[in-house]
């Protein structure tokens, strides 16, 4: 198993979900298939001090909905950020990556350290 540690201070927020996703998909191993899971570990250090550029962190809305009628509800990449920045590096980096049944496999070897 190969293991990747990135800091992620003073790094764009969106490169470096990208880079994730293509660690996890093992696209930067020569023996790349896209059938399976690669034998990789990703660690990021320092999510909190992730650079976020542009307009983002106002303008940027994320959706949930409960399962009622008129329970839409939303919140600012701000908001999310400040609560939990780990999750929202770990969402970016799903909807980064394939959407089939390995996508949760690959995400499971994504591990978010604040140091």
Do not use: C, W
Request: charged residues 30%; glycine residues 6%.
């Amino acid at each position: 198993m190969r293991e990747y540690v990135i800091d992620a201070t003073k790094k764009r927020f969106g490169r470096l979900a990208g880079e994730i996703a293509v660690i996890l998909m093992g696209k930067n191993e020569p023996d790349f298939a896209a059938n399976r899971v690669a034998d990789v570990v990703v660690k990021v250090k320092n999510v909190s001090k992730l650079e976020i550029g542009g307009r983002k962190m106002k303008e940027k809305i994320y959706y949930r909905h409960t399962g009622y009628m008129g329970h839409l509800k939303e919140q600012t990449f701000e908001m999310a950020f400040r609560k939990n920045p780990a999750n929202v590096l770990r969402e970016a980096v799903r909807h980064m990556l394939p959407k089939n049944f390995l996508n949760q496999k690959r995400l499971n070897n994504l591990i978010v350290v604040e140091e």
